[in-house]
């Protein structure tokens, strides 16, 4: 006789099917009878679990999306502005690396999250970005490629990933240094 899984395993279960399902076919495109059939149960066992495939959602990319930058910053206050901009690139691209499937379905659906009302992440990340470059001293003339630059070697881990840490320190080290040269 098999045992039933706790609640918390279960849950934990239906995220880990449903993650996959969201990946593959986007928040519209999945349906709660795929998530059940993924994840091996029947639907009213998914809806015990989750009020929806909303509440499903959010509760698969959440881990993700409060590994914030916040904890980064505040880890870095010891640390010149240049070496916290270092910290922080990495920092994000590590977490980027590490979870590059669900920061590419985070960035697909940002518009359906805006819908619900959830926090606009790349803005949020632009202020925080904006703070450390008035910390730095980039002026507000250069501020917008800067940004750019920033947001773009973030982003651009989703969709080449760093073939070792060492590459990412390199590739850190050389963005800093371009900015640091940009602002002199």
């Known amino acids: 006789m098999t045992r ?10 239906i995220l880990t099917a449903a993650k996959k399902v ?7 495109g999945t349906t709660t009878a795929e998530i059940a059939k993924a994840a091996d149960i029947s639907e009213v066992t998914l809806f015990r ?61 940002a518009p359906i999250l805006q819908e619900w009302g959830e926090e606009n992440i790349i803005e949020k990340i632009q202020a925080m970005l904006r703070g450390i470059m008035d910390e730095i001293g980039v002026s507000s003339a250069k501020q917008p490629i800067v940004m750019r630059t920033l947001l773009g070697t973030i982003i651009s881990y989703t ?11 390199a590739h850190v080290k050389s963005i800093a240094n371009f900015i640091q040269q940009s602002i002199s």
């Open 4 to 13: 039933r899984l706790s609640k918390e395993k279960r849950r934990l279960q």
């Open 22 to 28: 969201f990946i593959e076919k986007g928040f519209a």
């Open 49 to 109: 679990n989750f009020q929806n495939k909303q509440e499903i959602f959010m509760e698969c990319i959440k881990p993700v999306i409060y590994t914030t930058m916040e904890e980064t910053i505040e880890g870095s206050t010891n640390l010149v502005p240049i070496q916290k901009l270092e910290q922080i690139l990495y920092e994000r691209i590590q977490l980027i690396a590490k979870h590059a499937d669900i920061i590419g379905l985070i960035l697909r659906e």
């Open 159 to 169: 969709i080449m990933p760093a073939e070792n840490d060492r590459e990412i320190q």
